[in-house]
């Protein structure tokens, strides 16, 4: 039996599957040849991470494949249906990414509400000569206690982003179009059993009363922020994208950072990853990462861990 994980998979799990007997490739192989390799190899489980695309015409053309495994939680690279209609198991890790997500989240809103991915741009430039005007331009910061944090989606990562906000005392409003109930319960922590209450609002009443707003939402053919959604946002409020690309509309969202009515954004992701748009790269109210939510070592281990027992299950059936 054996596996390409095209996009890389963490030691530990290597070590997992081949002392269950899997022969394992870490090769990068491009698009244009995975399909030979698949086939000239006899691939029967294929990993892959955001960057392989999954399509029809591959599901068609590889019959070996018996399983494609997500290492995260989005599964837009793949064909999902398609495959399961040919009897291939896909697999993806849900829960393995959403700490380190929400804490990525967390890591933009600090950074914005002090300023600090501005500062960390011009304190080496400026800092010896304009000291004291740097001090006075980054002056204004706001705490997170205290403010209500607008959290889109309340999947695994929303609900690890709403246990962060309640520990440093934010408010938490949530809204998930799933989910019919008027509140739910979220854990403190791993270690207590103290709980606190998600009260779910509207999306209308939801970006009214948020100072801050972060998505962790799938991919969608229409964007959740847009035009109408940027005007019901409070005057000097701001957002965080950590989900998918394609969700907040980037040109709405200068627009709104220019008038000043949206305060600063956060993005990990974007609607043209990955080649990200200039003037969002250049915005200077915006702090940036590379697409790296799910991008530690500790993740990693996690992922590599939950897929190798995946397929480990799957063949002891």
């Not at 847009?226 to 690309?245: D, H, P, V, Y």
């Given at each position: 039996m054996k596996i390409l994980a095209n996009d890389g998979i963490a030691k530990n799990a290597v070590e997992i599957l081949k002392k269950n007997g899997f022969e394992v490739y870490l090769e990068k192989?491009?698009?244009?040849?995975?399909?030979?390799?698949?086939?000239?190899?006899?691939i029967t489980v294929l990993l892959v991470r955001s960057a392989t695309q999954v399509?029809?015409?591959?599901?068609?053309?590889?019959?070996?494949l018996k399983i494609v495994g997500r290492g995260g939680v989005g599964m837009d690279n793949i064909d999902v249906e398609y495959a399961k209609s040919k009897d291939i198991l896909v697999v993806n890790t849900p829960a393995a990414s959403s700490n380190s997500v929400a804490e990525l989240v967390f890591a933009h809103l600090f950074?914005?509400?002090?300023?600090?991915?501005?500062s960390n741009r011009n304190m080496?430039?400026?800092?010896?000569?304009?000291?004291?005007s740097l001090k006075k331009n980054y002056s204004k910061g706001i705490e997170l206690k205290n403010k209500n944090l607008g959290i889109i989606g309340l999947g695994k990562i929303g609900l690890e982003v709403s246990r962060i906000g309640f520990g440093i005392g934010m408010n938490i409003l949530g809204f998930d179009k799933f989910i019919n109930e008027n509140s739910i319960e979220v854990k403190l922590n791993d270690q207590s059993d103290f709980t606190f209450k998600i009260n779910l609002t509207s999306?209308?009443?939801l970006l009214e009363?948020?100072?801050?707003?972060?998505?962790?939402v799938p991919a969608q053919k229409e964007y959740i922020i847009g035009k109408k959604e940027f005007k019901k946002m409070k005057n000097g409020s701001a957002i965080i994208n950590a989900s998918r690309g394609g969700v907040v509309d980037e040109v709405e969202l200068i627009r709104n950072l220019d008038t000043g009515k949206i305060k600063f954004a956060g993005l990990d992701t974007f609607e043209n990853e990955p080649t990200?748009?200039?003037?969002?790269?250049m915005h200077p109210k915006i702090s940036l990462t590379p697409h790296i939510g799910a991008a530690?070592?500790?993740a990693q281990d996690r992922i590599g861990e939950e897929l190798a027992e995946q397929i480990c299950e799957f063949y002891r059936k």
């Amino acid at each position: 039996m054996k596996i390409l994980a095209n996009d890389g998979i963490a030691k530990n799990a290597v070590e997992i599957l081949k002392k269950n007997g899997f022969e394992v490739y870490l090769e990068k192989v491009d698009k244009e040849n995975l399909i030979e390799f698949i086939n000239t190899n006899k691939i029967t489980v294929l990993l892959v991470r955001s960057a392989t695309q999954v399509r029809k015409n591959l599901i068609d053309k590889c019959k070996s494949l018996k399983i494609v495994g997500r290492g995260g939680v989005g599964m837009d690279n793949i064909d999902v249906e398609y495959a399961k209609s040919k009897d291939i198991l896909v697999v993806n890790t849900p829960a393995a990414s959403s700490n380190s997500v929400a804490e990525l989240v967390f890591a933009h809103l600090f950074s914005g509400s002090r300023f600090l991915y501005d500062s960390n741009r011009n304190m080496p430039l400026e800092g010896e000569k304009n000291f004291k005007s740097l001090k006075k331009n980054y002056s204004k910061g706001i705490e997170l206690k205290n403010k209500n944090l607008g959290i889109i989606g309340l999947g695994k990562i929303g609900l690890e982003v709403s246990r962060i906000g309640f520990g440093i005392g934010m408010n938490i409003l949530g809204f998930d179009k799933f989910i019919n109930e008027n509140s739910i319960e979220v854990k403190l922590n791993d270690q207590s059993d103290f709980t606190f209450k998600i009260n779910l609002t509207s999306l209308d009443e939801l970006l009214e009363k948020s100072d801050f707003v972060t998505l962790h939402v799938p991919a969608q053919k229409e964007y959740i922020i847009g035009k109408k959604e940027f005007k019901k946002m409070k005057n000097g409020s701001a957002i965080i994208n950590a989900s998918r690309g394609g969700v907040v509309d980037e040109v709405e969202l200068i627009r709104n950072l220019d008038t000043g009515k949206i305060k600063f954004a956060g993005l990990d992701t974007f609607e043209n990853e990955p080649t990200p748009s200039v003037s969002i790269l250049m915005h200077p109210k915006i702090s940036l990462t590379p697409h790296i939510g799910a991008a530690t070592s500790e993740a990693q281990d996690r992922i590599g861990e939950e897929l190798a027992e995946q397929i480990c299950e799957f063949y002891r059936k």
